[in-house]
Nanobody
Framework: QVQLVESGGGLVQPGGSLRLSCVASGFPFSSYTMSWYRQILGKERELVATIFPTGGSTNYPDSVKGRFTISRDNGKNTVYLQMNSLKPEDTAVYYC???????WGQGTHVTVSS
């Protein structure tokens, strides 16, 4: 099957950390740019991080730069999003995306709250 499956979401306190995982199948993962997006309830989906096929180049918006890190393990067909120093405004559904395939994962919920 051609799919992306996210996991790792949950409830975390402000200042805490989570690591999200996205396992890809059905396409040559190591050749593809991968991204993480998030969608806050009632708001437009926004790009959180991008990692290019080599893994040596990444992009982040200012809202998460310095706190979030995207990485990949091509041997496991997996892309990760390490989220540190989490804030309540990071609460959202987080989605894995393969741009060249137009392929989205099902999403994983992250709630940052006391």
């Amino acid at each position: 099957q051609v799919q992306l499956v996210e996991s790792g979401g949950g409830l975390v306190q402000p200042g805490g950390s989570l690591r999200l995982s996205c396992v890809a199948s059905g396409f040559p993962f190591s050749s593809y740019t991968m991204s993480w997006y998030r969608q806050i309830l009632g708001k437009e989906r926004e790009l959180v991080a991008t990692i290019f096929p080599t893994g040596g180049s990444t992009n982040y918006p200012d809202s998460v730069k310095g706190r979030f890190t995207i990485s990949r393990d091509n041997g496991k067909n997996t892309v990760y999003l390490q989220m540190n120093s989490l804030k309540p405004e990071d609460t959202a559904v987080y989605y894995c995306f393969a741009p060249l395939r137009g392929l989205w994962g099902q999403g994983t919920h992250v709630t940052v709250s006391s």
